[in-house]
């Protein structure tokens, strides 16, 4: 099994003396600054004026410019929404390093695709918190954490593997797991797991499901209970004991069901497919057009988020949920697709 990274075999005190500058203060920004000033570490927020500023001073940590927080810290970590990250990175960050700084992420898709380039005399690592950072926030105050991949792109220091290291753990992430990656291996199979199975494939399959069972006359309501907020109950299973787990719980004919029928909806064609995101993942393909896209003001993605949230599934789903208080609202829904 490949080696698993907890608390006690990471030591922290090389980060100890050095000032991280969190760029961004979303969901992983707000995350990684809080829990990082939580477990000790000296932290700033580079932000440019608004709402996240806002929200940054009022949870009292220290926020200045994107160019000051640069230039103070010695540790960059750059939290910015991916399709940003170039153009300030040109602007506000790259003339701040300093050589024996390092530069760090919390996805590997900027670096991996050349959209920056950094300069040679300073470390770039990755910490990539395998869940949503309202997540890394919340499990972190209950006293766990999420787990996290670290990887190491350039070394220039020496220390690059000691620092990734000991952010990961600052984040809360040695509670849970720490794993090496690459910042390739990072990227790709991110993007394709988001893709294919935990915000493309899901979403298709629940709309797919939920319009079967409506265009043959069954109440949407009934089909929502059964495509949608059922998952998380099934999911909730897997989570803690795998599919093995999952199945245990449910009756038996759930599980014959799902054996003499969920490879009829999701087989071997499914899976040809399946290969053919990855390789447009892996040949850079995926990446151009998504740049392309944000260069035009993304026309497509505005058109497409707009059909989508007029399904007749986020409909009902709207409206049932309103009368379920029990169903809370963790965070405010993110105004972007690109989920992690
Ligand atoms: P968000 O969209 O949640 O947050 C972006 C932050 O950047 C906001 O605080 C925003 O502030 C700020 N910002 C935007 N533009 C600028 C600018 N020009 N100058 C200064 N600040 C700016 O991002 P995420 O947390 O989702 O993503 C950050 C990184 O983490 C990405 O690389 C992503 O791939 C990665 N990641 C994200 C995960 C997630 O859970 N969402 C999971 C794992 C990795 P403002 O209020 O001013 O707009
Ligand atoms: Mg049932
Ligand atoms: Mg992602």
Known sequence: MTK?????????????????AIIGYGS????????????GFDVVVGLRPGKSWDKAVEDGVN???????????????VLLPDELQPTVYEESIKPNLQPGNALAFAHGFNIHFSQIVPPEEVDVFLVAPKGPGHLVRRTFEEGAGV??????????????????????????AGRAGILETSFQEETETDLFGEQAVLCGG???LVKAGFETL????YQPEVAYFECLHELKLIVDLMYEGGLEGMRYSISDTAQWGDFVSGPRVVNEDTKARMKDVLTDIQTGKFAKEWILENQANRPQFNAINQNE??????????????????????????????SN
Not at 28 to 39: C, T
Not at 63 to 77: F, K, L, P, W, Y
């Open 63 to 77: 926020v200045v410019t994107v160019a000051e927080a640069t230039a103070q810290a010695d540790v960059v970590m």
């Open 309 to 338: 949230n007029n399904h007749q599934i986020e409909k009902v789903g709207r409206e049932l949920r309103e009368l379920m208080p029990f169903v809370k609202k963790q965070a405010k829904p993110k105004k972007e697709v690109v």
């Open 214 to 217: 409506t265009e043959a006359g």
């Open 28 to 39: 992983q920004g707000h995350a990684h600054a809080l829990n990082l000033k939580e477990s």
């Open 147 to 172: 787990p996290a991949l670290y990887g190491i792109y350039q070394d220039y220091t020496g220390e690059a593997t000691a620092l990734a290291l000991a952010y990961a753990k600052g984040v809360g």
């Open 4 to 20: 698993v990274l907890y608390n006690n075999n990471v030591n922290e005190e090389v980060l100890k003396a050095k000032k991280i």
């Open 202 to 204: 899901l979403t298709s």
